[in-house]
């Protein structure tokens, strides 16, 4: 079992470990290396090569205490939401739903939907909800907000541009419910 799966995932926020192995040659920004550690146990590791400057890859991120011995398998993590999907290191249904989702970001540009989100944001009172007025009233809105829908880490924000724009995203995410 290599060790620290979870932290990898977590620190370079993709859903597995990659399956593609690295080519020893190709520059990549992210990778995961398995790392071999002091009496025979392995680790995972977060590491980058630049094929300009680096000899061998370099390990940016380790997230145990024990020094390593060497890297044993590196791991090359694909950059996410390239419009092109041929080289993509996925299965085929994966494939096939990038395809779908690159396809419709596509259609929404084209469609002008930012233009129209902007104009329908213009409609909107300044304050976005009729019943808030004024920025304390929003924070009050916001802090209630966050306490219904149990958001600890939601500090409420003292800007009045973020505090619209907070207001504006819970008054979406509130119509696309409906």
């Not at 392995?42 to 390990?59: L, N």
């Not at 380790?62 to 791991?75: A, C």
């Amino acid at each position: 079992m290599v060790e620290f799966e979870k932290e990898v995932i977590a620190y370079l926020n993709i859903p597995s470990i990659p399956k593609k192995e690295w080519n020893q040659q190709d520059s990549f920004k992210d990778g995961v290396a398995v790392v071999g550690l002091s009496l025979g146990r392995t680790a995972y590791a977060v590491c980058t090569f630049d094929k300009e400057t680096d000899k061998e890859p370099r390990i940016t991120k380790v997230f145990g205490v024990e020094p390593f011995n060497g890297i044993e398998k590196v791991f090359v993590v694909p950059s996410y939401m390239d419009n092109d999907t041929t080289n993509a290191d996925l299965d085929s249904e994966s494939k096939k739903r990038a395809e779908q989702l690159v396809a419709e970001a596509n259609e929404l540009e084209n469609k002008g939907v930012i233009e129209e989100a902007v104009e329908n944001a213009n409609k909107l009172p300044e304050w976005i909800f009729p019943e808030i007025q004024n920025i304390e009233q929003a924070q009050a809105y916001l802090r209630e907000y966050n306490r219904i829908n149990r958001i600890k880490k939601g500090k409420i924000p003292t800007n009045e541009e973020t505090i619209k724009m907070r207001l504006y995203n819970i008054y979406m995410s509130n119509k696309n419910r409906k």
